[in-house]
Nanobody, 123 residues
Framework: QVQLVESGGGLVQAGGSLRLSCAASGRTFSRFSMGWFRQAPGKEREFVAAISRSDGRTAYGDSVKGRFTISRGNAKNTVYLQMNSLKPEDTAVYYC????????????????WGQGTQVTVSS
């Protein structure tokens, strides 16, 4: 079992930046690949970014590529999402997820989820 707690969401103006954090507890963090997803009202949960458990490979959704960066600090059992050049369409609840395998791009590949943190980007 892994418990995930997101933090760092908030209200920001378009063009601004935020850094989300996801603290993991319960199992060996380094055994899990980690992902970020987001869900806006009335929309499907969307893949944002992922980072592998072993070699640090990363993957990004097309809508955030070049603006967002995922990283992990295994010593702190934490995964981060640095979000730059934010746009109003980035407004959503952002979820952290974990899988005991290679990184994935779909929500169905992940075994554990956090409660989410709201990000609101004003125009």
């Amino acid at each position: 079992q892994v418990q995930l707690v997101e933090s760092g969401g908030g209200l920001v103006q378009a063009g601004g930046s935020l850094r989300l954090s996801c603290a993991a507890s319960g199992r060996t963090f380094s055994r899990f690949s980690m992902g970020w997803f987001r869900q806006a009202p009335g929309k499907e949960r969307e893949f944002v970014a992922a980072i592998s458990r072993s070699d640090g490979r990363t993957a990004y959704g097309d809508s955030v590529k070049g603006r967002f960066t995922i990283s992990r600090g295994n010593a702190k059992n934490t995964v981060y999402l640095q979000m730059n050049s934010l746009k109003p369409e980035d407004t959503a609840v952002y979820y952290c997820a974990a899988v005991s395998g290679d990184l994935g791009r779909t929500r169905h590949e992940y075994d554990y989820w956090g409660q989410g943190t709201q990000v609101t980007v004003s125009s």
